[in-house]
């Protein structure tokens, strides 16, 4: 999948790097994605309970054929994603290789105490926040700020329609970006509603 240019690009797991996970379906939803972001607790425990049954199922996902290339087509290549550092392992098991073309990689905060490591790859941002919350953003725009990047060179690429627009509110471009333009202020309920109907 051809994404844009631009000086970073933010992946998510499911969606952007594996295009046919049960979670990359359910995103696409927007009805799904709304109820999910109104409720974060359900959609916390929703993600919990699909990664237990991705481990006891066994589940085998094929990462993106164009993730080599897109991984060196741009200076900076992150992940965010709502699963888990456990997820985040079991589902790309062995091709974790591919993370040391990532500039960073954020998941989820869980109970677990267990040492995030990886064998490639950057350091691990860990979140309480979840999609769609302004606060997942914070870790990517202390790190644009810190290589001195606009806004506008991030290129956040999600399935998550409600994520998206959140996302453009603060500046950063988006893909797909289906939306209408954003005013400067932060829209009313009303407007965010419009602009994700188009």
Same mark, same amino acid.
């Given at each position: /999948?051809?994404?844009?240019?631009?000086?970073?690009?933010?992946?998510?797991?499911?969606?952007?790097?594996?295009? %046919? +996970?049960?979670?990359?379906?359910?995103?696409?939803?927007?009805?799904?994605?709304?109820?999910?972001? !109104?409720?974060? /607790?359900?959609?916390? !425990?929703?993600? =919990?309970?699909?990664? =237990?049954?991705?481990?006891?199922?066994?589940?085998?996902?094929?990462? =993106?054929?164009?993730?080599?290339?897109?991984?060196?087509?741009?200076?900076?290549?992150?992940?965010?994603?709502? @699963?888990? *550092?456990?997820? !985040?392992?079991?589902?790309?098991?062995?091709?974790?290789?591919? !993370?040391?073309? /990532? %500039? *960073?990689?954020?998941?989820?905060?869980? +109970? +677990?105490?267990?040492?995030?490591?990886?064998?490639?790859? &950057?350091?691990?941002?860990?979140?309480?926040?979840?999609?769609?919350?302004?606060?997942?953003?914070?870790?990517?725009? $202390?790190?644009?700020?810190?290589?001195?990047?606009?806004?506008? $060179?991030?290129?956040?690429?999600?399935?998550?329609?409600? #994520? @998206? #627009? /959140?996302?453009?509110?603060?500046?950063?471009?988006?893909?797909?970006?289906?939306?209408?333009?954003? &005013?400067?202020?932060?829209?009313? %309920?009303?407007?965010?509603?419009?602009?994700? %109907?188009?």
């Amino acid at each position: /999948m051809p994404y844009p240019t631009a000086k970073v690009l933010v992946l998510d797991i499911d969606g952007g790097i594996v295009e %046919s +996970s049960f979670l990359a379906k359910a995103s696409v939803n927007p009805v799904v994605s709304r109820i999910l972001s !109104l409720t974060p /607790m359900l959609k916390k !425990l929703a993600l =919990t309970l699909v990664e =237990t049954g991705e481990t006891i199922l066994e589940t085998k996902y094929e990462i =993106t054929e164009e993730m080599d290339h897109i991984c060196r087509d741009y200076e900076h290549v992150g992940i965010i994603t709502d @699963r888990s *550092f456990e997820g !985040l392992r079991y589902i790309l098991r062995e091709q974790l290789t591919l !993370l040391q073309y /990532m %500039s *960073f990689i954020q998941v989820r905060e869980t +109970s +677990s105490y267990k040492r995030k490591k990886l064998r490639y790859g &950057p350091k691990i941002w860990e979140t309480k926040a979840i999609k769609p919350h302004e606060w997942v953003l914070d870790n990517l725009i $202390d790190f644009a700020e810190a290589k001195e990047i606009g806004r506008h $060179d991030v290129l956040i690429c999600d399935y998550d329609p409600e #994520f @998206r #627009f /959140m996302a453009k509110t603060l500046g950063f471009r988006v893909y797909p970006d289906e939306t209408i333009d954003i &005013p400067a202020v932060y829209p009313t %309920s009303i407007e965010r509603r419009v602009a994700l %109907s188009f």
